[in-house]
């Protein structure tokens, strides 16, 4: 079992700047990827960044050249940095790992934090 626990959420004005965490139990083992995903209200969930195992990245193109997604050495800790936020940035961001064990390979959640662009 993983637990998934992101932080960092928020109020922020447009242009301004966030940075979220997702911190993921369990040790590194299995890991093939991390990710940030987000769901603005009436819109389907969407993938915002992710990393591979091997340190490759993965971006929409709405975020290219504002966000960028990185790991801590450990490779259980993903952050997100957010810059130049827009007011269409707006919802809330979910973090999610995704593991391979014995029967196979399964996608983790977290709670989801909300971000707020808005003057």
């Known amino acids: 079992q993983v637990q998934v626990v992101e932080s960092g959420g928020g109020l922020v004005q447009p242009g301004g700047s966030l940075r979220l965490s997702c911190a993921a139990s369990g040790g590194r083992f299995g890991i093939t990827a991390m990710g940030w995903y987000r769901q603005a209200p009436g819109q389907q969930r969407e993938l915002v960044a992710d990393i591979s195992s091997g340190g490759s990245t993965n971006y929409a193109d709405s975020v290219k050249g504002r966000f960028t997604i990185s790991r801590d050495n450990a490779k259980t800790t993903v952050y997100l940095q957010m810059n130049s936020l827009k007011l269409e940035d707006t919802a809330v961001y979910y973090c999610?790992?995704?593991?391979?064990?014995?029967?196979?390979?399964?996608?983790?959640w977290g709670q989801g934090t909300q971000v707020t662009v808005s003057s």
């Open positions: 999610n790992i995704r593991k391979r064990g014995a029967s196979g390979t399964r996608d983790y």
